[in-house]
């Protein structure tokens, strides 16, 4: 028997509330500070990757609580391969901080430890956008959505949630050629998705019916 989503939002949010805590604790404990004999524009330049790590980081992991939030107002009802699916992507969300902290650590290190500790950041962003999928496909497969919910909207959300594995796909395969460089493209990512888009929160004007019209 299908059950109401509010839980599940509830304690998705409270992970997602851990993770960025964690998340600022681990990449900027060792901030200039800390760092021994030197000037602090040169402790600040010497720390640039734990800042990179933590800029990247937080935007990613705030890109999939808006994601989250924007797709489970939708959800009216929960079974439990649906629970099944949103733990999952809650499993990556928290490696998220661990793959971070990895990746700050080894900015500086050799092209072999780079290509390693960028390859398990971004293959734990891209499980969390795979399991993401899955949630909505089986929730629209299963009619666990608002039954107001206009069927264009629905599959306007699908179809934008299927581009994004895809090009984490294309930042991720540029890891080989230069981990710095995969970085930038997910920084450009992180800012093509503050563009409004199908199934995002709508202008307080727009009065945020159910059916989506306009977006």
Same mark, same amino acid.
């Given at each position: ?28 404990? *060792? ?56 733990? !999952? ?16 650590? *080894? ?12 390859? !398990? ?66 920084? !450009?990512?992180?800012?093509?998705s503050l563009v409004r888009r199908p199934g995002d929160l ?14």
């Amino acid at each position: 028997m299908a059950r109401d989503a509010s839980r599940v939002e509830t304690f998705s949010d409270g992970v997602f509330a851990v993770v960025l805590t964690v998340m600022a604790v681990e990449l900027l404990q *060792n901030g200039p500070a800390r760092v021994g004999g030197r000037e602090l524009p040169d402790a600040l330049a010497h720390a640039w990757p734990s800042y990179l790590a933590y800029v990247i980081t937080f935007g990613i992991a705030g890109q999939i609580w808006l994601g989250h939030h924007n797709m489970w107002r939708y959800v009216v009802r929960v079974d439990q391969p649906l629970l099944v699916f949103n733990l !999952l992507v809650l499993l990556f969300v928290a490696a998220i901080p661990f793959t971070a902290d990895l990746l700050s650590d *080894n900015l500086r290190g050799s092209p072999t430890e780079q290509r390693l500790t960028a390859a !398990l950041y971004f293959g734990t962003v891209l499980g969390e956008s795979i399991f993401f999928n899955l949630s909505w496909w089986w929730a629209r497969r299963r009619r666990l959505l608002h039954p107001d919910l206009d069927p264009r909207l629905a599959r306007a959300v699908a179809r934008r949630l299927q581009l994004r594995p895809l090009l984490y796909l294309i930042a991720f395969a540029f890891v080989f050629v230069d981990p710095i460089l995969s970085l930038v493209l997910y920084l !450009l990512l992180l800012g093509l998705s503050l563009v409004r888009r199908p199934g995002d929160l709508p202008p307080a004007e727009d009065g945020g019916a159910v059916s989506g019209r306009g977006r």
